[in-house]
């Protein structure tokens, strides 16, 4: 069983940044792939980022390429995602999730998911 809890949201203005941080529990962390997701009012979750168990391989959408990175520290159990030059449309639910032995997995098919954390952007 793993559990994740999101932090570091909030409310930011456009062009500002956020990092998030998504803390796992559990000794297997650096087994499972990770993947950032989010949910906007009245829409549905979608993919934002993924990283592999390794660490080798990182995968964006496209909306967030070049604005977004993910990043994981396996010794602190954590999955990060930065957000640079935030829009309007980023505000959302984002979602941290986990799959064993995941490796670049932009479907909702993982394992676990944390309870999200509310981004804001500001125009």
């Known amino acids: 069983q793993v559990q994740l809890v999101e932090s570091g949201g909030g409310l930011v203005q456009v062009g500002g940044s956020l990092r998030l941080s998504c803390a796992a529990s559990?000794?297997?962390?650096?087994?499972?792939?990770m993947g950032w997701f989010r949910q906007a009012p009245g829409k549905e979750r979608e993919f934002v980022a993924t990283?592999?168990?390794?660490?080798?391989?990182?995968y964006y959408a496209d909306s967030v390429k070049g604005r977004f990175t993910i990043s994981r520290d396996n010794a602190k159990n954590t999955v990060y995602l930065q957000m640079n030059s935030l829009k309007p449309e980023d505000t959302a639910v984002y979602y941290c999730?986990?799959?064993?032995?995941?490796?670049?997995?932009?479907?909702?098919?993982?394992?676990?998911w944390g309870q999200g954390t509310q981004v804001t952007v500001s125009s």
């Open positions: 999730a986990a799959k064993l032995w995941g490796t670049v997995v932009v479907t909702t098919h993982y394992d676990y």
């Open positions: 559990g000794r297997t962390f650096s087994r499972y792939g």
């Open positions: 990283i592999s168990w390794s660490g080798s391989s990182t």
